[in-house]
């Protein structure tokens, strides 16, 4: 393993520590994917709880990873903490080659108000991250402005470019409460955003990777499960590394493409039938499907089409064991009709 600091501004003591696997000619691979872990601390410090032992958890399923200290209330606060992270980005991609880092394959991890940040970064940023991990963050009004008054509430910025977000937090959290984590995941779900969400029972606050080693209050031994299911959320969303380079995603990062340009396979059922009678032709083999179903089973063809219309074509078509190249074809098919809205 390879550690060095970087300082980004010197004036306001933000830093960049990296904490890189060494390259080596034993791996079939070379680039490896980077997260970026942003620490808690209310926007007054920094956890050293929730940095390195974090930044060491990822690197051993295969990532780069950096701590970013970021500038903190006293050194002039918002907005310059989300400047910080887009400054960090931009200063790891110059050396993204040397460094080994696939910058098409970046996640952030935030804790508390380092959580904030990290919802942040899926929202707001210059850069946005393929995935953000927010871990007790804080969203909404009051634990917010109780950081700082005047910062951005997360959720209020949620729209189709956000970011798929892995949301986790303690039922019993009574320093950010469970329902920061609740309002923002109901929020990326009516946005339609991809996202995984773990609630524990126990906790508190500050549990950070639910090991013994960092604990200062009780907690379920079920809390530390959350760094490993996180990375596997990571590999199902942008990919994940293996012995041959990374695996293709397995998990959309919104829930359907509406929202696109361009009609494809990802659109939904519902949005598919809004469109221009021309289009609809295209949609016979799977409309073949749903009649065959409906009237096996009784159900009327229309309602039951307004009871799926939420899926998307290509989750029915699985559903139906349509051939992966029917799939194919009618994606390209689509992909040349501009969507109407």
């Not at 929202?259 to 469109?275: E, G, M, T, Y």
Request: aromatic content about 10%.
């Amino acid at each position: 393993m390879n550690t060095f600091e970087n300082v980004l501004n010197k004036e306001r003591n933000v830093t960049l520590t990296m904490y890189l696997n060494l390259d080596s000619s034993e791996f079939g691979f070379t680039k490896r994917p980077l997260i970026v872990v942003i620490p808690g601390g209310g926007y007054s410090m920094c956890s050293d709880r929730e940095s390195e032992i974090v930044a060491l958890q990822y690197m051993a399923a295969g990532f780069q990873a950096c701590v970013l200290r970021y500038t903190l209330r006293d050194k002039g606060g918002w907005p310059y903490p989300l400047e910080d992270y887009d400054q960090a980005i931009e200063f790891i991609s110059q050396y993204a080659g040397e460094w080994n880092i696939d910058m098409d394959h970046v996640a952030t991890v935030g804790f508390s108000a380092g959580g904030h940040l990290a919802a942040c970064t899926a929202t707001l940023a210059k850069h946005k991250p393929r995935a953000a991990i927010c871990v007790y963050p804080a969203i909404l009004p009051d634990i917010v402005d109780a950081c700082q008054p005047g910062m951005p509430r997360p959720h209020e910025h949620v729209d189709g470019d956000t970011s798929p977000c892995f949301l986790v937090s303690a039922r019993d959290d009574t320093v950010v409460k469970v329902n920061n984590t609740l309002v923002f995941a109901q929020i990326l779900e009516n946005a339609g955003i991809s996202f995984e969400m773990h609630v524990y029972a126990s906790g508190q606050h500050g549990f950070s990777v639910g090991t013994p080693l960092v604990l200062t209050v009780p907690a379920t031994p079920r809390a530390a499960c959350w760094v490993s299911d996180s990375i596997s959320w990571l590999g199902e969303i942008m990919g994940a590394l293996t012995a041959k380079g990374f695996t293709e995603p397995t998990l959309a990062p919104r829930m359907n493409t509406d929202s696109d340009p361009f009609l494809s396979v990802r659109c939904s059922l519902a949005h598919i039938r809004k469109q221009p009678e021309s289009v609809q032709p295209l949609m016979e083999p799977l409309y073949t499907f749903i009649r065959n179903f409906c009237q096996e089973q009784g159900y009327d063809f229309e309602v039951f089409c307004t009871i799926i219309g939420s899926e998307t074509v290509q989750n029915l078509l699985q559903k139906f064991q349509a051939p992966p190249e029917q799939v194919r074809k009618l994606n390209k098919a689509l992909t040349a009709i501009p969507s109407l809205m």
